[in-house]
């Protein structure tokens, strides 16, 4: 019953999204006054006031032609200029024959004047108080002047209190909704401009802290990578030392080509447009040899095993560009944290329409102060078990590509253990990638211990 009428209601004054406040406003007071006149007609029927029921009638046909010229026509300017003026002379009309001053028609101007300036630009205020007090002035100095010209229409007592008593009780209602309005309004925008601040203030924040990560931690490298080809260029190297330190420079070259990489996507990401999704049927063991290709040079440096058994017939439908990111970013992140002469695994599982990527390390896992963060955009650059760097982007747009793609990811780690990521993917057309972290393994099916 609620819903219904706050349906009706909606559909009577009009949506915040599509109708304006001053317009919601019009159209408010425009309902209460078609539902409130009649009732005041009713009243003039019982104390016997017929002339304020014409003035009261054409006020009606005026408010309900107003209204619909502003609510279906979207002349919301227009028609109340036309409300404003045909009421005014209206109520003129209605303080000569009932009553003057001893009647409600006072009260009505100031309703009026209430109305003018909730709808009306801030600019025209004073011209519309001027209009409003002029006329109430002018009929006070003629009433005034000229006793006896302003008859009082009431049989008794009783009417005029009666009158009184049910104007004040419409212009109430008229004047709360309208302040109800303003109000809800005002807060509403308060909250709205509050939540835009702190966005932006946790954009800048991210950014801030973005670039200061890069201004040290591209620094570094480079600086590496220039002292690697000084030495080259400026030594007499042995054979064995010679590929030593293109090993080392190709390794530290590769890390910083995954940040940049990282960084160009995540900036990608957050603007306008963002990053386009387009999904095609892809078989799963060919994408993990792919990245597993650009990342094997890097567990080679560090004596990390890399074993695959991946189901060759696993299909998924994914986005190949973001699928081929996200388990690159895995696959570099358990390289990272694990020891040098470690093991990672990479295998493949199904269930219940899904297939699974496991990405099982026995690295140095997760702290756990950190594990509720892992998403975010850090302070601080994380270093890996052979002092590799990063700008902590990897996860962040793990986790940003897999709900693009309408997935989840989580994780589970156990410090000292390892970490487990499993991508899960439907095998129908509308892919969810999730992902968790395990350090004790939750793999049943048969390991591959030869490298890849």
């Not at 970013?329 to 990479?346: S, V, Y």
């Not at 892992?374 to 986790?399: D, M, Q, R, W």
């Amino acid at each position: 019953m609620i819903k219904s009428i706050k349906r009706l209601h909606a559909k009577l004054i009009g949506t915040n999204a599509d109708t304006p406040l001053q317009a919601r406003i019009f159209h408010e007071v425009s309902v209460i006054a078609m539902i409130g006149l009649p009732l005041a007609i009713l009243v003039n029927i019982v104390i016997k006031v017929p002339l304020a029921n014409a003035a009261l009638s054409a006020a009606w046909m005026v408010t309900a032609a107003m209204y619909i010229n502003s609510r279906y026509f979207g002349r919301l300017r227009l028609s109340f200029i036309i409300f404003s003026t045909s009421t005014s002379v209206l109520m003129v009309l209605n303080y000569f024959i009932n009553s003057g001053i001893h009647g409600p028609t006072l009260i009505l101007f100031l309703l009026s004047l209430v109305f003018t300036l909730a709808v009306m630009p801030t600019r025209q205020y004073v011209f519309w108080m001027f209009i409003n007090v002029g006329i109430v002035g002018g009929l006070l100095l003629v009433d005034y002047y000229n006793r006896g010209f302003v008859k009082v229409t009431y049989a008794k007592r009783s009417d005029l209190f009666l009158d009184t008593a049910t104007t004040y009780i419409c212009v109430v209602v008229c004047i709360g909704a309208v302040f109800s309005y303003l109000i809800n309004s005002y807060q509403r925008e308060r909250n709205n401009a509050l939540a835009a601040s702190l966005a932006l203030k946790e954009a800048n924040d991210s950014k801030t802290r973005l670039l200061s990560i890069l201004s040290h931690d591209l620094r570094s490298p480079l600086n590496s990578i220039a002292s690697f080809l000084e030495t080259l260029h400026e030594y007499e190297l042995s054979p064995d030392e010679r590929r030593f330190l293109e090993k080392s420079l190709l390794n530290e070259t590769k890390n910083t080509q995954v940040m940049l990489h990282n960084l160009l996507n995540w900036t990608k990401s957050q603007m306008d447009g963002g990053t386009s999704v387009n999904k095609r049927r892809l078989n799963l063991s060919e994408i993990v040899s792919t990245c597993l290709a650009v990342q094997q040079a890097a567990a080679d440096i560090k004596t990390v095993t890399i074993g695959v058994n991946i189901d060759p017939s696993a299909e998924l439908t994914a986005d190949l560009d973001m699928l081929k990111l996200v388990i690159r970013n895995l696959i570099n992140n358990a390289i990272k944290f694990t020891l040098p002469g470690g093991d990672i695994q990479i295998f493949s599982s199904n269930g219940l329409g899904y297939v699974r990527l496991h990405i099982m390390d026995n690295g140095v896992g997760i702290p756990a102060a950190r594990q509720a963060d892992l998403f975010k955009l850090n302070a601080a650059s994380t270093y890996g078990t052979s002092n590799e760097k990063g700008v902590g982007l990897g996860l962040i747009l793990c986790k940003e590509y897999t709900e693009m793609q309408k997935g989840k990811i989580s994780f589970y780690s156990v410090p000292g253990n390892g970490t487990t990521f499993i991508l899960e993917f439907p095998e129908d057309n509308s892919p969810v990638i999730a992902a968790s972290r395990a350090g004790n393994g939750l793999y049943t099916g048969t390991r591959s211990a030869s490298g890849t």
